[in-house]
């Protein structure tokens, strides 16, 4: 179930770090990508390319995969921390992005190419992008039987991150369908070690939320910017 915040003095899970979204010109509200879309855009997860477009068709590539599941994981501060950090020789290390890719990879999320380079500007595969997912969740090799990458991909679609989505494994990934995949992400429950462990999703293990009584916001409080809400927590 999605976690939005609704009404005042109602306890909902809320981002923490509130960001505006921006109603994109090219992405019509009845598609089935639109609440993705703005969801992720809402938490700074992903973002348009300016003059007001997302850029749905657009093919997603290695840097950007990279950054999306850093902040999906909420880790944007430790990528920060390592900016500078490269192992690649084609990822410069005053790269904006070069702290995201490196904790990207030691995270596992993705890895350098049969060459030892990155390929930053490259397309990330969808078996790439399956398999990253289905990792993050906490799932091994072992966990996945069969031939890769048609192992990961059956897993991702077990979980329910790629209904609807019919891709090649090595197709690239348009921004409509990734928002699709690491929307659901945040929602799908992450891989039990015990028996005895609750159900936690993603975004919960994560720390992408925090719970909170909404006390004001912009229409009630003269103090608040209207991407801003007054809670018990600030």
Same mark, same amino acid.
């Not at 809320?14 to 992405?27: H, K, N, T």
């Not at 928002?179 to 945040?186: G, K, S, W």
């Not at 992408?208 to 916001?217: E, R």
């Not at 103090?223 to 801003?228: R, S, Y």
């Given at each position: 179930m999605k976690?939005?915040?609704? &009404?005042l003095l109602v306890l909902v =899970?809320?981002? @923490? @770090? =509130? +960001?505006?979204? +921006? $109603? !994109?010109? $090219?992405?019509p509200k009845a598609s089935s990508y639109a609440d993705a879309v703005e969801r992720l855009s809402s938490l700074g997860i992903m973002t348009g390319n300016g003059n007001n477009v997302f850029k749905p068709k657009d093919n997603v590539t290695r840097e950007q995969f990279a950054v999306i599941m850093v902040k999906a994981a909420a880790l944007t501060d430790t990528a920060e921390a390592l900016k500078g950090s490269t192992v690649f020789s084609d990822v410069s290390p005053s790269s904006t992005n070069s702290g995201y890719i490196a904790l990207a990879v030691q995270k596992g999320y993705v890895s350098g190419l049969t060459d030892g380079k990155f390929h930053p500007k490259d397309k990330i595969t969808y078996a790439q992008v399956c398999y990253a997912a289905v990792k993050a969740l906490g799932y091994t090799d072992q966990d996945v039987t069969g031939l890769w990458p048609r192992n990961y991909m059956e897993k991702a679609a077990k979980l329910g991150l790629i209904d609807g989505i019919k891709l090649k494994s090595t197709d690239g990934v348009p921004k409509w369908a990734m928002?699709?995949?690491? $929307?659901? *992400? *945040?929602d799908t429950n992450i891989k039990k070690t015990s028996a005895s462990e609750g159900e936690k999703s993603f975004a919960d293990a994560a720390g &992408? !939320?925090? %719970?909170?009584?909404? &006390? +004001? /916001?912009s229409k009630t409080s003269d103090? &608040? +910017? $209207? /991407? %801003?809400v007054q809670t018990d927590k600030g």
């Open positions: 976690k939005y915040v609704a &009404l =899970m809320i981002c @923490s @770090s =509130m +960001a505006v979204y +921006a $109603d !994109f010109s $090219d992405v928002a699709l995949i690491i $929307d659901r *992400l *945040l &992408l !939320f925090v %719970q909170g009584i909404i &006390l +004001a /916001n103090k &608040l +910017a $209207d /991407n %801003q």
